[in-house]
């Protein structure tokens, strides 16, 4: 009897914990977004949990297209991906992983740097390339093959070469301090802050989130402005492809971030609810805003039809 007591007891305790258990993985988001949106995704997830007790968001930061291998060849779980480049999610995940995209904000590229670094008060937005190549200036930049940030380096370099007629100087700029490549850009901030190296390829908003010192470059290579997309185009650059041996090459082209709902997301209901919330006005799009990062919404979608209905209102068809 006293057997059959504590067989019932284990039993009972054992399909509580399994209820709970799924109650919550109910209540559960994976979201794999760009190293540029970690401060503005950490401020959603924030005042999304305070809003929605019980609800737990695992953010996962990471080089956008790391992020996407992540799901194409790792095959792990994720509800929401939001990529610093939305031509990332069109190449890599759509058709096989998701069927549609929303292009929701954008940024530029800057030179950011401190202080300390050298020849801080002589940078400006002529000089700033003749800067980094001094043998005693030491830079650093991202991955292109894992972080939208890294191509948009050198296809920054590329608009500057023609733009300043400097011949040569996007391989000087590539050849030069290539031991301080790091995965994806926000990896390269401790490197600024410890006075490892002196400036860095950034993105404008995570300069102004960080409270750095940066340059603003000229819009004909900061990739910021629509109306020189004819211009953006004269750049180009291949990185490692969907599988192994093959190639993407990225044209030069406004910067423009994209999220989306995965087809197989573990939450999809709640993925939707989220996503809602990032791309309100009032909610994640104001946050986006305050953190240096302006609302695209709503913008032309090219995948408008396959959009959920309650997320279409952010786009254009």
């Known amino acids: 009897m006293k057997r059959i007591k504590l067989l019932t007891i284990f039993l009972t305790a054992l399909i509580l914990f399994s209820c709970n258990n799924k109650n919550s993985e109910n209540n559960q988001l994976i979201i794999f977004h760009a190293g540029s949106l970690s401060v503005p995704f950490k401020q959603m997830k924030a005042e999304f949990e305070k809003e929605n007790p019980g609800v737990k968001i695992l953010l996962e930061s990471a080089g956008s297209v790391a992020?996407?291998?992540?799901?194409?060849?790792?095959?792990?779980?994720?509800?929401?991906?939001?990529?610093?480049?939305?031509?990332?999610?069109?190449?890599?995940?759509?058709?096989?992983y998701t069927s549609w995209n929303i292009k929701f904000a954008s940024n530029e590229m800057a030179i950011v740097y401190h202080d300390a670094s050298?020849?801080?008060?002589?940078?400006?937005?002529?000089?700033?390339?003749?800067?980094?190549?001094?043998?005693?200036?030491?830079?650093?930049?991202?991955?292109?093959?894992?972080?939208?940030?890294?191509?948009?380096?050198?296809?920054?370099?590329?608009?500057?070469?023609q733009f300043y007629n400097q011949d040569g100087l996007t391989n000087k700029i590539i050849q030069k301090n290539q031991e301080y490549i790091r995965p994806k850009e926000v990896d390269l901030l401790a490197l600024l802050e410890?006075?490892?190296?002196?400036?860095?390829?950034?993105?404008?908003?995570?300069?102004?989130?960080?409270?750095?010192?940066?340059?603003?470059?000229?819009?004909?290579?900061?990739?910021?402005?629509?109306?020189?997309?004819?211009?953006y185009k004269n750049a180009k650059v291949d990185i490692t492809g969907k599988t192994p041996g093959t190639t993407i090459t990225k044209i030069?082209?406004?910067?423009?971030?994209?999220?989306?709902?995965?087809?197989?997301a573990p939450n999809k209901e709640l993925a939707l609810k989220f996503t809602d919330f990032i791309l309100?006005?009032?909610?994640?799009?104001?946050?986006?805003?305050?953190?240096?990062?302006?609302?695209?919404?709503?913008?032309?979608?090219?995948?408008?039809?396959?959009?959920?209905?309650?997320?279409?209102?952010?786009?254009?068809?």
Request: hydrophobic content about 35%.
């Open 67 to 96: 992020s996407a291998r992540k799901i194409t060849d790792l095959n792990k779980d994720c509800d929401i991906m939001a990529s610093a480049d939305y031509t990332i999610i069109d190449e890599m995940l759509i058709p096989d």
């Open 118 to 161: 050298k020849y801080s008060d002589e940078i400006n937005a002529e000089n700033w390339h003749e800067i980094l190549l001094r043998d005693d200036v030491l830079f650093g930049r991202s991955d292109p093959n894992s972080d939208p940030c890294g191509y948009r380096a050198i296809l920054t370099s590329q608009l500057s070469e």
């Open 194 to 231: 410890s006075n490892t190296i002196d400036y860095l390829f950034l993105y404008r908003s995570v300069a102004q989130q960080h409270e750095l010192k940066y340059v603003i470059l000229p819009d004909s290579v900061n990739l910021k402005n629509p109306e020189l997309r004819e211009f």
């Open 252 to 264: 030069g082209q406004p910067m423009v971030y994209g999220i989306t709902i995965l087809d197989n």
């Open 280 to 317: 309100s006005k009032q909610g994640g799009a104001k946050i986006m805003e305050e953190n240096g990062q302006p609302s695209m919404i709503p913008s032309y979608s090219e995948t408008y039809i396959s959009i959920p209905e309650t997320l279409k209102q952010y786009a254009k068809n």
